[in-house]
C-alpha cells in the first residue's frame, strides 16, 4: 500500500481556495488516486459485482423484458438483493479507501469484515439517503443530485467515525455545506465520466464479442471498477470539510 495520496493531499492542501479551477483540482487529484490504486480498489469493487451478476444469473435479471425486449416488470427478489448488497459494498469500499490513506498493510479482507460488522448502520444510512433522494427526484433532478452530495459524507463517518445513521446524516448535511457547489459539480463530473466508460465499454464488448453472459460479466467488473471513482470524490472532500 501507498501514502501517495496523503502526501498529495498534504501538500495541496487548499491552494486552489475558492476559485472555480478548485472543481477540477479536486477531481484532478481524486484521478489521481483512482489510476494509482485501481489494483486496491478492483480487489474490493470485484467480489461484488460478481456476487451480484451470479444472484441475477439464479433468479432473474432485475428488468425483465419479453420475446420483443420490451421492459414488462422487474424482478422484486433480484432488485431487493442488489440493494441489500450496495450498503456492504460501498461501507467496504470506503474502510478499503482510508486504509490505502493510511497506507496500513491490511488486505481486502479486512475491508469487507469492517462493512459486515457495520452493516446494520449502513443499511439504515443507504436508507435514509434513498428516501431523501427519492424526495427530490419527485420534485426535478437537480435536487435529487443536491441531496445526494449534501448526505454523501454520511456512510464515511458511520464507517470510520462510528456514527449512528442520524448522527451521520445530520452532521453529514452540515459539514457539506461549505463546498456543497464544488462536491455537487465534482460528483457530477465523476458520474459523467462513469456512464461514459460504461457506455463505450458495453458497446466495445458487445460488438466485438457478441451478446452473452461472460460479456456482460467482463462488462460489469469494469464499469464497478470505473464507478468508485465517485466514491473517491467524495472521500476527497470528506478528508478536507468533515474532519472531528
Given at each position: 500500500?501507498?501514502?501517495?495520496?496523503?502526501?498529495?493531499?498534504?501538500?495541496?492542501?487548499?491552494?486552489?481556495?475558492g476559485?472555480?479551477?478548485?472543481?477540477?483540482?479536486?477531481?484532478?487529484?481524486?484521478?489521481?488516486?483512482?489510476?494509482?490504486?485501481?489494483?486496491?480498489?478492483?480487489?474490493?469493487?470485484?467480489?461484488f459485482?460478481?456476487?451480484?451478476?451470479?444472484?441475477?444469473?439464479?433468479?432473474?435479471?432485475?428488468?425483465?423484458?419479453?420475446?420483443?425486449?420490451?421492459?414488462?416488470?422487474?424482478?422484486?427478489?433480484?432488485m431487493?438483493?442488489?440493494?441489500?448488497?450496495?450498503?456492504?459494498?460501498?461501507?467496504?469500499?470506503?474502510?478499503?479507501?482510508?486504509?490505502?490513506?493510511?497506507?496500513?498493510?491490511?488486505?481486502?479482507?479486512?475491508?469487507i469484515?469492517?462493512?459486515?460488522?457495520?452493516?446494520?448502520?449502513?443499511?439504515?444510512?443507504?436508507?435514509?439517503?434513498a428516501?431523501?433522494?427519492?424526495?427530490?427526484?419527485?420534485?426535478?433532478?437537480?435536487?435529487?443530485?443536491?441531496?445526494?452530495?449534501?448526505?454523501?459524507?454520511?456512510?464515511?463517518?458511520?464507517?470510520?467515525?462510528?456514527?449512528?445513521?442520524?448522527?451521520?446524516?445530520?452532521?453529514?448535511?452540515?459539514?457539506?455545506?461549505?463546498?456543497?457547489?464544488?462536491?455537487?459539480?465534482?460528483?457530477?463530473?465523476?458520474?459523467?465520466?462513469?456512464?461514459?466508460?460504461?457506455?463505450?465499454?458495453?458497446?466495445?464488448?458487445?460488438?466485438?464479442?457478441?451478446?452473452?453472459?461472460?460479456?456482460?460479466?467482463?462488462?460489469?467488473?469494469?464499469?464497478?471498477?470505473?464507478?468508485t471513482?465517485?466514491?473517491?470524490?467524495?472521500?476527497?472532500?470528506?478528508?478536507?470539510?468533515?474532519?472531528?
Open positions: 500500500w501507498s501514502r501517495g495520496l496523503g502526501d498529495v493531499y498534504k501538500r495541496q492542501g487548499e491552494s486552489t481556495g476559485k472555480p479551477l478548485l472543481i477540477l483540482q479536486r477531481l484532478k487529484e481524486s484521478l489521481y488516486f483512482w489510476r494509482r490504486h485501481l489494483a486496491a480498489l478492483f480487489v474490493i469493487s470485484a467480489p459485482a460478481l456476487i451480484g451478476e451470479a444472484f441475477q444469473w439464479l433468479v432473474g435479471p432485475v428488468i425483465v423484458n419479453d420475446a420483443g425486449g420490451q421492459v414488462v416488470g422487474f424482478n422484486a427478489a433480484s431487493l438483493f442488489l440493494m441489500m448488497l450496495r450498503p456492504l459494498a460501498e461501507g467496504a469500499l470506503i474502510f478499503q479507501l482510508s486504509i490505502i490513506q493510511r497506507g496500513d498493510g491490511q488486505g481486502p479482507w479486512h475491508s469484515l469492517a462493512a459486515f460488522l457495520r452493516f446494520p448502520y449502513l443499511l439504515g444510512t443507504y436508507f435514509l439517503m428516501l431523501a433522494v427519492s424526495v427530490g427526484w419527485m420534485l426535478l433532478f437537480f435536487p435529487a443530485f443536491w441531496i445526494y452530495a449534501r448526505l454523501c459524507f454520511a456512510p464515511f463517518r458511520v464507517m470510520l467515525r462510528g456514527d449512528t445513521p442520524l448522527n451521520a446524516l445530520r452532521t453529514a448535511f452540515t459539514r457539506s455545506g461549505p463546498c456543497q457547489w464544488h462536491l455537487l459539480a465534482a460528483i457530477l463530473l465523476a458520474g459523467t465520466l462513469v456512464f461514459a466508460v460504461a457506455g463505450f465499454t458495453n458497446s466495445l464488448l458487445v460488438g466485438v464479442l457478441g451478446d452473452h453472459p461472460g460479456v456482460l460479466l467482463v462488462a460489469s467488473l469494469v464499469v464497478s471498477l470505473a464507478a471513482l465517485v466514491n473517491v470524490v467524495a472521500f476527497r472532500f470528506w478528508t478536507l470539510h468533515d474532519q472531528d
